[in-house]
């Protein structure tokens, strides 16, 4: 238990009735969440962590043939829910945590209640006809090797592309130095993890309800892309956000708060 609770560097805040894992995106770490936490902490026990390569996670507990798919990652989220003994578990996953937590619900569904996914996409890459992730495979492939040669260069130019040009540039900037914080050989696994994986075939396998968040507006994920996750999964409820960029729990805490809490008391 302990060796986990080092490797992900788990946080447990509040001490409501109701369990909320909180699973950051691609190249975030817990600390993200610190625009809603404080508000659901009054309501909810929450549980906090970092991947494996992020924020303060164990950087020694990284395997390239562990982490280069997001079953890896997944397989850290049921192993905290099992050193926690944890049951009924709201798993609220940012982007790539959407699958990641799809992942870990398959392989042990007596431990989640639902999904609470916040501008999810299970797949970045377009597969026409049927389906537009957002991003060509070359658009992708170029993106990877910029972030090999000139990893800031890379973090200060997908910043604003997340965060939405309108939003203030404080989160553009702590976007950023998040970016930048974490180990470039590792950040460009879970990289290629993320944006070049397909991970759709889940969506119609959900055994739980789900709550779909997605910004009207922004530039990984589009509205479309969550309209296909609410036709393809079962027990989904899709609500199009009136915001701007793929970081909503940062940039419109209040409404994201709103939809969370309705959906809990729901």
Not at 32 to 60: C, N
Not at 61 to 85: H, K, M, P, Q
Not at 203 to 221: G, I
């Amino acid at each position: 238990k302990e060796q986990v609770m080092l490797r992900n560097n788990v946080t447990i805040i509040g001490t409501g009735e109701k369990t909320l894992m909180l699973a950051h995106g691609f190249g975030c770490d817990q600390n993200m969440w610190k625009y809603i936490a404080p508000q659901l902490k009054e309501r909810y026990t929450l549980v906090l962590f970092d991947y494996v390569g992020s924020g303060h996670s164990q950087a020694s507990a990284f395997s390239e043939s562990r982490y280069s798919t997001l079953e890896g990652y997944a397989l850290d989220v049921n192993e905290i829910c099992e050193a926690l003994d944890l049951n009924d578990v709201h798993f609220v996953g940012h982007s790539v945590s959407t699958s990641i937590g799809l992942l870990a619900a398959n392989a042990s569904p007596e431990r989640f209640a639902s999904h609470v996914m916040i501008c999810p996409s299970p797949c970045f890459l377009n597969m026409p006809p049927d389906y537009y992730g957002g991003f060509e495979k070359h658009d992708l492939e170029e993106l990877i090797d910029l972030m090999g040669r000139n990893y800031i260069g890379w973090a200060n130019y997908l910043a604003p592309l997340v965060v939405g040009s309108e939003n203030a540039s404080v989160f553009i900037d702590e976007l950023s130095s998040s970016f930048c914080s974490t180990d470039p050989v590792l950040a460009q696994t879970f990289a290629k993890a993320t944006f070049f994986s397909d991970y759709r075939h889940l969506l119609p396998q959900a055994q739980h309800a789900a709550l779909v968040l997605q910004s009207q507006d922004d530039a990984l994920a589009n509205p479309e892309v969550g309209r296909y996750i609410h036709a393809q999964m079962p027990q989904s409820t899709l609500r199009i956000m009136e915001s701007e960029g793929h970081c909503i729990h940062m940039t419109h805490p209040a409404l994201v708060l709103r939809e969370i809490q309705a959906w809990l008391d729901d």
